[in-house]
């Protein structure tokens, strides 16, 4: 009883030393809207300091882009929902900010399928972490 114990304990320490997946996609979503919103300070699109999000220029379905810190910037939450339908004013921003080489050269990222193992979403979430700790 007592071994049966111990090893559930230890499959318990196990799993809090060591994040799943799952929660490191989580922790990377949070960590990353934390640093747009940080960065930006506003919507890009309308100004608003109300109500802001992470938005995604490229769809947060492609992991190749979903951290990517040149296609996550911060939207207000009516911006966010506008451009799930339409895409035009996002990306017109984005072209008119950073020009269309930087748009298409995301794109291409974006349509390039990428896995991350989960040593490298790991790595990736501490390179976030010192970004957010960089950012005055
Ligand atoms: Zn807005």
């Known amino acids: 009883m007592a071994t049966t114990k111990q090893t559930k ?16 996609v989580k922790k990377l979503d949070t960590i990353v809207s ?10 890009v699109i309308c100004g608003s300091t109300e109500r802001l999000t992470n938005g995604h220029l490229f769809s947060r379905i492609a992991y190749s882009t979903r951290w990517d810190l040149q296609n ?9 929902f506008r451009h799930e339908f339409d ?10 900010t950073f020009g269309s080489v930087s748009y298409h050269e995301l794109h291409r ?28």
Do not use: H
């Open 34 to 43: 934390l640093i747009v919103r940080k960065r930006d300070k506003k919507c």
């Open 72 to 80: 996550c910037n911060t939207q207000c939450w009516s911006c966010n």
């Open 9 to 24: 304990q230890q499959n318990k320490q196990n799993k809090r030393k060591k994040p799943t997946r799952k929660q490191l």
């Open 109 to 136: 990222r974006f349509a390039q399928a990428r896995k991350f193992s989960d040593i490298e979403l790991g790595a990736l979430l501490l390179e976030m972490e010192i970004i957010l700790g960089n950012l005055p």
């Open 87 to 96: 895409p035009y004013l996002y990306q017109e921003w984005y072209k008119n």
